[in-house]
């Protein structure tokens, strides 16, 4: 294990900086490191690693989601609306409309399977974009308008929405029916998630109000309750639906409404341990590609996938309708919506476990959707930032 600890880190670090002094996403080097070092290449990567490679996935996310929610503040929420709710299923809709209709054109798929891969595709990647987000909150771009804040909430919902969705569709491609009380889970999963966030940041603001600490045991309590939060959604599952990533969002932006002096300092040591938190993450979701499944069909996929991703792009631009933002802007929100990465990584391959008929399709298509729209997305956040948005640096008023 901890020889593939130093080949992970090694590698992972040096084709990041090669790729980012190539002006390319050193993501992609991550990705790539994980894809030549992983079971399906070289397989240097220990299987203790990779059995628990969910759980460090996990873990990262956790850690970049806590970062994002301190550095969201609810007024700024309040102010964006109505944008960032029909952004949080507008486009990721129509994606899963569009591939459900195209996908049995391309493929030998049924329609409930083509759903199916809809949902499994659609996720945007909150650990692609958030911490590029969390960059432009702090350099000033689009903050007068608050373009980060509202992607990054949205790009949160996003998720929620789909893998509840994708759940459905798994239980009608098993046969077991599917109810439309199911569809309520949505609204649900995200109303608790917000309670439940709302709740364990009160809590930890008291807690480190009255209790004199360091700011490195304070991060550590935190991803503690953190850790919680998310262990909650799967034990209340057969009873409530609750998202507990929304949660860990919800706690942090609470940290920032009633304790900010503490949430800034916070965030600087979460900026530190997103450092090691982001290679992991990014090499194992690059390990779960399977590059095998690529062959043979890898031109259809791709004419499906950018095909779904032009729907995608029309609904980020409907849900953009009557809102004061630029073309240009409206273009970077465009761009910042397409990568994929963890949530395709993570149930890509579960059809195919399951046994159903497509689910090989599926995963190929899944593959793909990582490595064309993370680096494509990441680029065109990275490069395009400083061309379609303002940068305003005179702080907002509290």
């Not at 031109?299 to 779904?308: D, M, P, T, V």
Request: aromatic letters at 6%; hydrophobic letters at 55%.
């Amino acid at each position: 294990m901890l020889l593939s600890l130093a080949l992970i880190l090694m590698t992972g670090f040096s084709l990041s900086g090669i790729f980012n002094r190539l002006r390319i996403p050193g993501l992609l080097g991550m990705i790539l490191t994980g894809m030549v070092l992983g079971p399906y290449a070289l397989d240097l990567i220990s299987t203790d690693i990779l059995n628990i490679s969910i759980e460090l996935r996990q873990i990262s996310l956790i850690v970049i989601l806590t970062r994002a929610g301190l550095s969201i503040d609810l007024e700024d929420l309040r102010r964006v609306g109505r944008p960032a709710v029909l952004m949080s299923f507008v486009p990721a809709t129509l994606e899963i409309l569009a591939i459900t209709l195209i996908a049995p054109l391309f493929f030998p798929v049924t329609r409930i399977e083509a759903a199916l891969m809809g949902t499994v595709v659609a996720a945007v990647s909150p650990a692609v974009v958030v911490p590029r987000m969390l960059h432009l909150m702090d350099t000033g771009y689009g903050r007068a308008r608050r373009i980060p804040h509202l992607i990054m909430a949205s790009a949160s919902l996003d998720d929620i929405y789909v893998i509840i969705l994708f759940a459905a569709f798994m239980e009608m491609a098993l046969g077991h029916g599917f109810s439309p009380a199911s569809l309520l889970q949505v609204p649900l999963a995200i109303i608790l998630g917000l309670i439940l966030g709302i709740l364990a940041g009160l809590v930890l603001v008291q807690l480190f109000k009255r209790l004199h600490m360091r700011d490195t045991i304070k991060v550590f309590i935190t991803l503690s309750f953190a850790f919680i939060l998310v262990t909650l959604e799967g034990t209340l599952k057969p009873y409530v639906p609750v998202s507990g990533l929304l949660a860990v969002m919800t706690l942090g932006a609470t940290i920032l409404r009633f304790y900010r002096n503490l949430a800034m300092r916070l965030l600087g040591k979460f900026s530190k341990v997103w450092v090691g938190a982001e290679i992991m993450l990014f090499v194992l979701v690059g390990a779960a590609v399977n590059i095998t499944y690529l062959k043979g069909s890898s031109l259809s996929a791709l004419a499906l996938i950018l095909l779904a991703l032009a729907f995608r792009i029309l609904g980020v631009y409907l849900s953009l309708v009557k809102t004061p933002l630029k073309g240009r802007e409206r273009l970077f929100c465009a761009l910042a919506y397409l990568p994929k990465a963890t949530v395709q990584a993570a149930i890509g391959g579960i059809p195919l476990a399951a046994g159903i008929p497509g689910g090989e399709i599926i995963l190929t298509v899944a593959v793909l959707s990582i490595l064309v729209t993370a680096p494509i997305g990441a680029f065109g956040i990275d490069r395009g930032h400083e061309k379609l948005l303002v940068q305003e640096k005179i702080p907002l008023p509290e």
